[in-house]
């Protein structure tokens, strides 16, 4: 048989089909890899969201869970009851405690030969037993230094004498769907039948137990009017230092950008006595004030305006327009990147803003609170449930995560738009 011989085509296209085929795996690996970053990224915030629908004593389940469960419960004899799971000659049965039955104390025997003395429990060939249906005989037996108690058990109508490991008191099982079917165990070592059950109602007693609802409105207040005041400043002051020429205008905005190295530690006392020379102490307008003016913010969109071209402004001048004119008609509309990175920054900075706060607003005044220390005064309040800690995290949270989503086309592209031209 003639051998095939492959021609130039058919090598080319096979060397095509295994660049793509490469291609398409080194592309599902990279997106393997991603998306596991993702999700290490967003797990601290999945387990905080989760963690706020459960109940105190869920989240301190072991081993830990993500989900927020609650235990199945049936009304038996005018009450609830928990439902369990038990199982039964290897089958998983639905069952509650039959409450009007006594706890039974039953004796698990074996023989001394068998009897591990170190750790009874781990015993081989345990019998469990009912102590009430064996006779204890009045001498012990020593095993390694131990003692134990001899009993004698009567199994399948034959009386043995039997060592008796551990003792335990159980109670009587009945399956909810057959009474017939009966066992005894321990509730405690039985596990509960369980379902996925949020408890959105978490949110509403974080709200009342720590005055959050009114904390939440005066931090949006000062949020939503410290950003438009940073956004309105920095828009005239960018402006300003990209298009209008005054004498020292570079050497004033040199100077102005230079007080961004100066740490806030250095500003907090005299800050702190401006504001009780002005009677705003324990305010939320010093919460405000003192934050409308930002110099990183006229960078940006110094930065930014310098980019926009000459000939627009000129030929607008040329129509007769006011500077001011410029800036709204032309400038602004331009900048919308630029501007929602400003906002989207400045948003969380003064959303998530703590130490002002805390220096500035005394702690027993709780209508001047703010999110941030409405929630290191819950960290205190509800130490033993952080279900209702991590509950209130959530709500400062979610917020500002809404914000980013919604505007993070636009910071993406006024971090990619806005560079160093100077």
Same mark, same amino acid.
């Given at each position: %048989?003639?051998?095939?011989?492959?021609?130039?085509?058919?090598?080319?296209?096979?060397?095509?089909?295994?660049?793509?085929?490469?291609?398409?795996?080194?592309?599902? %690996?990279?997106?393997?890899?991603?998306?596991? @970053?993702?999700?290490?990224?967003?797990?601290?915030?999945?387990?905080?969201?989760?963690? *706020?629908?459960?109940?105190?004593?869920?989240?301190?389940?072991?081993?830990?869970?993500?989900?927020?469960?609650?235990?199945?419960?049936?009304?038996?004899?005018?009450?609830?009851?928990?439902?369990?799971?038990?199982?039964?000659?290897?089958?998983?049965?639905?069952?509650?405690?039959?409450? *009007?039955?006594?706890?039974?104390?039953?004796?698990?025997?074996?023989? &001394?030969?068998?009897?591990?003395?170190?750790?009874?429990?781990? *015993?081989?060939?345990?019998?469990?037993?009912?102590?009430?249906?064996?006779?204890?005989?009045?001498?012990?037996?020593?095993?390694?230094?131990?003692?134990?108690?001899?009993?004698?058990?009567?199994?399948?109508?034959?009386?043995?004498?039997?060592?008796?490991?551990?003792?335990?008191?159980?109670?009587?099982?009945?399956?909810?769907?057959?009474?017939?079917?009966?066992?005894?165990?321990?509730?405690?070592?039985?596990?509960?039948?369980?379902?996925?059950?949020?408890?959105?109602?978490?949110?509403?007693?974080?709200?009342?137990?720590?005055?959050?609802?009114?904390?939440?409105?005066?931090?949006?207040?000062?949020?939503?009017?410290?950003?438009?005041?940073? @956004?309105?400043?920095?828009?005239?002051?960018?402006?300003?230092?990209?298009?209008?020429?005054?004498?020292?205008?570079?050497?004033?905005?040199?100077?102005?950008?230079?007080?961004? %190295?100066?740490?806030?530690?250095?500003?907090?006392?005299?800050?702190?006595?401006?504001?009780?020379?002005?009677?705003?102490?324990?305010?939320?307008?010093?919460?405000?004030?003192?934050?409308?003016?930002?110099?990183?913010?006229?960078?940006?969109?110094?930065?930014?305006?310098?980019?926009?071209?000459?000939?627009?402004?000129?030929?607008?001048?040329?129509?007769?327009?006011?500077?001011?004119?410029?800036?709204?008609?032309?400038?602004?509309?331009?900048?919308?990147?630029?501007?929602?990175?400003?906002?989207?920054?400045?948003?969380?900075?003064?959303?998530?803003?703590?130490?002002?706060?805390?220096?500035?607003?005394? &702690?027993?005044?709780?209508?001047?609170?703010?999110?941030?220390?409405?929630?290191?005064?819950?960290?205190?309040?509800?130490?033993?449930?952080?279900?209702?800690?991590?509950?209130?995290?959530?709500?400062?949270?979610?917020?500002?995560?809404? @914000?980013?989503?919604?505007?993070?086309?636009?910071?993406?592209?006024?971090?990619?738009?806005?560079?160093?031209?100077?």
């Amino acid at each position: %048989m003639a051998a095939t011989t492959m021609t130039p085509q058919t090598k080319i296209r096979d060397e095509r089909r295994q660049q793509m085929i490469w291609l398409w795996v080194q592309r599902i %690996m990279l997106y393997l890899v991603l998306t596991l @970053v993702a999700f290490l990224m967003i797990f601290p915030f999945l387990y905080m969201f989760f963690t *706020s629908l459960k109940t105190a004593d869920d989240v301190f389940h072991s081993p830990p869970r993500l989900l927020p469960y609650s235990p199945e419960t049936i009304e038996r004899n005018g009450e609830q009851v928990p439902v369990y799971a038990v199982q039964i000659d290897g089958v998983t049965r639905e069952m509650v405690v039959d409450d *009007s039955v006594p706890a039974v104390t039953f004796g698990w025997f074996t023989t &001394a030969e068998q009897i591990n003395a170190q750790n009874p429990e781990a *015993s081989a060939g345990l019998i469990q037993v009912p102590l009430d249906e064996t006779t204890e005989l009045p001498d012990a037996v020593t095993i390694d230094g131990e003692n134990f108690d001899q009993f004698q058990v009567t199994i399948n109508g034959q009386t043995q004498t039997l060592v008796l490991a551990y003792r335990r008191g159980l109670r009587l099982f009945v399956d909810i769907n057959d009474p017939t079917i009966t066992t005894y165990a321990a509730p405690r070592n039985t596990p509960q039948v369980e379902f996925v059950d949020p408890q959105w109602e978490n949110y509403n007693t974080v709200i009342a137990l720590n005055n959050l609802g009114r904390a939440l409105v005066n931090t949006a207040l000062v949020t939503v009017l410290v950003t438009a005041g940073q @956004v309105s400043t920095s828009l005239l002051g960018g402006y300003a230092f990209s298009r209008i020429r005054f004498r020292g205008r570079d050497t004033l905005f040199l100077v102005y950008l230079g007080t961004i %190295m100066i740490p806030f530690v250095v500003l907090i006392i005299p800050l702190y006595q401006v504001m009780v020379i002005l009677g705003w102490q324990d305010s939320l307008v010093s919460l405000i004030i003192p934050w409308l003016f930002t110099a990183y913010g006229t960078f940006l969109m110094r930065q930014f305006f310098v980019t926009i071209p000459k000939d627009l402004e000129e030929a607008a001048l040329l129509d007769g327009a006011s500077r001011f004119g410029i800036l709204w008609r032309i400038f602004i509309p331009l900048s919308g990147p630029a501007i929602a990175t400003q906002t989207i920054i400045t948003f969380l900075y003064a959303w998530n803003s703590f130490l002002w706060p805390l220096i500035i607003i005394n &702690a027993g005044n709780l209508n001047d609170q703010v999110v941030t220390l409405a929630l290191n005064h819950l960290r205190n309040v509800a130490a033993s449930q952080p279900n209702l800690v991590l509950t209130g995290a959530a709500v400062a949270v979610i917020p500002p995560m809404i @914000v980013f989503v919604l505007a993070q086309r636009y910071f993406i592209e006024g971090i990619a738009s806005t560079g160093l031209k100077g």
